[in-house]
């Protein structure tokens, strides 16, 4: 019993000790600048009235003194557009805000605007006052107005008449949202379409899905979140989903950030001057489909960058189709699959013919020892035509198809470093440069089919293999 007593005085001996020691702490004016963990919040874009992610700004004090910061105060004051918690406290404007010495306090930002037209920026400023002086940390965001997609249980989320989408609005889709049979969706020049997590489109039989970017204005089709970490990683959404006799023509577009990019069955896709990075599993994903596409580039797929399976009808023309991946390491990372099978939904395998294959003035090239790889199926046909091309070839067992004295490879170029400018997705620039072995090597009558690359150079002489001149 005694014990226990003792025990207990202790215990409020030692509060009353803490306590008093809280409060004979003296807090005094800084005679010093603060520091910053960072000088400008770049928070990602966002869209009217949905809130961004929170963003930290830590406040270090380098005194070895207990500071009180006079005062901390966001420039906009209530009107703006941004919202600050200061130490756990809400608000925009704080008097007498104590630092320990050798300490720091967070600061979390956000910003939950009011959209004024298609595209805005905003900007405010978190303000520090003391007797040293005044200093700030910005911030700036773009504001995007946007549209909305939303499936629920009550509303399927399905376009039933044929519209187009202007620039004027971003697109956010939540869910799935599905273009109906016989509907055709234009997609304007400049256009953003993003997707929420799980969320993609699904473009039905007999409907046409129409994106009609330009070298000035793109379409850009993405994951909704916008902040630059989430530029360089997939599956942040799912796919577009094409359905049997859909037909895709996609001109001057970005896609990016996903699982599968285009994921199409017995589909025609006519892709021009266009982007595909970034995937989990597919940029293309074609099954028993048509599919014709120029300057077009692509990089860092888990899987391969094209899946081609159960055969269909498929050229390739100034393509750049690379993949390297730090993020993906273990993954396959093909650059272009072949096959002749497929297995269904319910697993079971099916065959179609490679009715052809053609890849004309094409770089197929990875940090793989094989870029491109054929499965053919015994007694399935299987034509093709590699004509001046630069490959990573590694074998005949590897690659499924002969390189050597081989009258369907013309012309082509294997295992010499096509000299990309960068081609990692955070700088992602896979033009070659001057010194590349894929310099001038393709085909005239072939680039006079293409007559310009993806950003409009000419290359009717001594054309660059690839999408870029």
Known sequence: M?????????????????????????????????????????????????????????????????????RVNLENGASSLYRINVDGKPGYDFKDVPLRKKDSLYIYVEIAPQATGPE?????????????????????????????????PTNPNVITSSTTWTNNKAKIIYGDLTLDKNVTLDIDPGTKVYFHKNSGMKVSSNAVLNINGTLDKQVILRGDRNDPYYDTISKNWNSIKMEPASILNMNHARLFGGTKGLEMKQTTANITNSFIHTFFEYGIYAVNSKVT??????????????????GGSHNYTHATVANYSKSMGT??????????????????????????????????YSDRDNALQFEA??????????????????GTSEAGFTFDNNVNVVETIKNEDPQFMNYFAAKMNLRVKTTSPAKGKGNVTVAGNVPFDIVNESRTTNPTLGAYQ
């Open 377 to 394: 199926t015994p007694g399935q046909q299987f034509d093709y035509i590699i004509q001046n091309c630069l490959l990573k070839y590694s």
């Open 120 to 152: 805005a920026i905003a900007e405010d400023k978190v303000i520090f006052t003391g007797p040293a002086g005044q200093q700030h940390v910005t911030l700036f965001s773009v504001v995007q107005d946007a549209e909305f997609f939303i499936q629920t």
């Open 293 to 310: 596409a120029s300057n077009l580039v692509m990089n860092n797929c888990g899987s391969s960058c094209i899946g081609i399976f159960k």
């Open 331 to 364: 993954f396959n990372r093909n650059g272009i699959f072949v096959t002749n099978e497929w297995k269904n939904e319910k697993g079971q395998s099916e065959q179609g013919a490679l009715q052809q294959f053609n890849l004309r003035n094409s770089i197929v």
């Open 2 to 70: 005694k014990f226990k007593l003792l025990l207990a005085f202790s215990f409020w001996m030692l509060l009353v000790a803490v306590s008093c020691n809280k409060d004979d702490i003296t807090f005094d004016a800084p005679s010093q600048q603060l520091r910053f963990s960072r000088d400008t919040v770049f928070c990602d874009t966002v869209y009217n009235q949905v809130r961004s992610e929170t963003y930290v700004v830590k406040v270090y004090n380098n005194e070895d003194k207990d500071i009180l910061i006079p």
